[in-house]
């Protein structure tokens, strides 16, 4: 991780564990060619989690995120969910992975329609409250459409004639 504010909530070998069982759990719904990612971590009193799934081309890129406060005594980041029931960062690691687990099941159980939301939104788990949010992308598509744009000067500004 390049920033320094974060801390790793999982050790590598942790985490590796958890993306195998994520597989392992979600597999027979995956596509060809497609993965999951998983990253956690800790930073200004709350505790972050992002899985990613996506497929070789960036077609598919679909990061879903979860945050909650840890401890009551502890502030959050700004925005961040206090869910006093969170006395710690390994319950909170697991909470958030448990949570993001079942994000991908609805997901890929209810024919890829079922999504969180874009913006950060408190989500009920089980009987603490998180915050979560997800958008899928089409960066191959983001990708091609920047080349097109680069190719023909960029996008003119509202002051520039035509």
């Excluded at 950060?120 to 788990?125: K, V, Y």
Aim: net charge negative.
């Amino acid at each position: 991780m390049a920033d320094d504010t974060k801390t790793p909530l999982f050790d590598d070998e942790a985490l590796g564990l958890l993306d195998e069982l994520m597989r392992e759990r979600h597999g027979a719904a995956l596509k060809l060619g497609e993965t999951l990612h998983l990253e956690a971590w800790a930073e200004e009193g709350a505790c972050y989690t992002t899985l990613l799934l996506r497929n070789a081309d960036e077609s598919l890129y679909y990061p879903m995120e979860a945050r909650v406060a840890v401890a009551a005594g502890e502030a959050p980041g700004a925005g961040v969910a206090a869910s006093p029931q969170v006395a710690s960062r390994a319950e909170a690691g697991k909470l958030l992975v448990d949570a993001l687990d079942y994000s991908l099941g609805q997901y890929l159980r209810g024919d890829r329609d079922v999504y969180l939301t874009i913006d950060w939104s408190e989500l009920r788990f089980g009987e603490h409250v998180i915050q979560a949010r997800g958008q899928v992308l089409n960066r191959k598509l983001e990708r091609m459409a920047d080349a097109i744009l680069e190719a023909a000067g960029g996008i003119p500004d509202e002051d520039d004639e035509l």
